[in-house]
């Protein structure tokens, strides 16, 4: 079972509200994901971190920022939240190395209204 | 663009019955991939994964299957069981993931 957390596990917000998606894990791990994704449908990575202060954008391009000033924690922001942020966020974290697989948390489901 | 992709959106099979989910990828360079099963309502979890130096590797019930001539890599299900039925995704050393088999178990 792996030790990786999500809050909240479901958000329903207004448009223009700023909001937060907490990821944590107790694994310390390095490197930790943002995913995005929609229902029955893949996963699309928003962002990256390969370990405290740094942070990349993924391939999907996403109009979230995140922080990673904890090894442990590497929360999602949403300035201005709308109806298109609508989707699933997945956490993952992984070990530092070439075939590390990475863990996933039980994942976000925002609905902006 | 690298991608990996799988070939059957949805695959229904018998409980007892065995089960093929296949996987093609893009990057020759890949070396390593992995299964997930995701269930409904949660994140995906791992199965399995397989290093490039390996044709064949075997779990509980679970085998994966490579192979890089032509790009692919396959999941079976041995036995089939309803708590199998899930959404499958492979995914590339990379991390790029593809949209995901749905796999229904019929009791």
């Keep these: 079972e792996a030790d990786i957390y999500q809050t909240p596990r479901y958000l329903v917000i207004g448009t223009g509200k700023k909001i937060t998606l907490e990821c944590s894990q107790t694994m310390g791990h390095d490197k930790m994901y ?24 993924g391939d999907l391009s996403s109009e979230s920022t995140v922080s990673r000033i904890r090894t442990e924690h ?37 609905l902006v209204l | 663009g690298e991608s990996v992709g799988l070939h059957l959106p949805t695959l229904s099979v018998q409980e007892g019955d065995n089960s093929i989910i296949n996987c093609a ?11 997930y099963k995701q269930e409904s309502g949660k994140g995906p979890q791992f199965i399995i994964d397989i290093r490039s130096n390996m044709d064949k590797r075997q779990g509980q019930r679970v085998t994966v299957l490579l192979n890089k001539t032509v790009k692919h890599l396959s999941l079976q299900i041995a036995a089939t069981q309803p708590g199998d039925s899930a959404v499958y995704f492979c995914a590339d050393s990379k991390f790029y993931f593809g949209t995901g088999t749905s796999l229904t178990v019929i009791p």
């Design chain 1, 34 to 57: 943002w995913y995005q994704q929609d229902p029955g449908m893949e996963l699309h990575l928003i962002h990256y971190s390969y370990g405290v202060n740094s942070t990349e954008k």
């Design chain 1, 74 to 110: 590497f929360p999602l922001t949403l300035e201005s939240a709308r109806p298109s942020h609508t989707s699933q966020y997945l956490c993952a974290s992984r070990r530092d190395g070439p075939w590390e697989t990475q863990y996933f948390g039980p994942g976000t489901r925002l």
């Design chain 2, 25 to 35: 990828y893009s990057n020759s360079a890949s070396d390593y991939f992995i299964w």
